[in-house]
């Protein structure tokens, strides 16, 4: 999840610095791909042609360190293809707005004015984004586990609908709730840090 985070905001400021460029068109073109393909079936892409031909990885289970490359390129994916399209469309408004305008009009440096003036602002719907992604990314960890046959608690989810264990899955599906909740409460938390106009408490008349 940390890697497709941090690969989607780099591409998608890439891609709205590079905007109507070649880098533009072929970043967005792979993201585009990334949100079309199923998560099982590159899953099963990488088996057939990435692990199989040059056994560099196990095809099933978790037996070394290098095992999780490909169930994390799996499941990372479409959420760093999500973050970068997101990123550089909040990018590209932000950049429009007349404060950004008056700060170039004063002679600050691009580098300033993108770092400090459109990507901090540009940060706060992406920060949204990234909690609905978390949980798209709990239902992707699922599918992928059964893909790899991984040990995991989408595994054992499954294992247990099998068998139909009631208490087992109710357990998993109120755990999956709370770290959704942890998450999106965290990402509420950031909003105060990346923008100082919102405060965690309310300031005394």
Do not use: C
Not at 72 to 97: K, N, P
Request: net charge positive; hydrophobic share 55%.
């Amino acid at each position: 999840f940390t890697w497709s985070v941090i690969l989607g905001l780099l591409f998608g400021v890439m891609a709205a610095l590079k905007r109507g460029r070649w880098q533009d068109w072929t970043l967005m073109s792979v993201a585009v791909g990334g949100i079309s393909m199923p998560a099982f079936w590159l899953g099963l892409l990488l088996i057939q042609f990435v692990a199989m031909p040059f056994g560099l990885f196990s095809v099933s289970g978790f037996n070394r360190a290098s095992d999780i490359v490909l169930p994390a390129i799996t499941l990372g994916s479409s959420v760093a293809a999500v973050m970068a399209r997101f990123t550089r469309s909040a990018f590209l408004e932000v950049a429009q707005e007349d404060y950004v305008r008056t700060a170039k009009a004063k002679g600050l440096r691009n580098r300033l004015v993108t770092w400090k003036h459109v990507m901090r602002n540009a940060l706060i719907p992406v920060i949204t984004m990234l909690g609905l992604q978390f949980g798209f990314l709990l239902g992707g960890s699922i599918v992928v586990e059964s893909v790899f046959n991984w040990p995991g608690l989408g595994w054992l989810l499954i294992e247990s609908i099998k068998a139909q264990d009631q208490p087992v899955i109710q357990a998993l599906v109120m755990l999956f709730v709370f770290e959704f909740i942890v998450i999106n409460l965290l990402v509420d938390l950031l909003y105060a840090v990346v923008n100082p106009a919102i405060r965690l408490r309310q300031e005394p008349k």
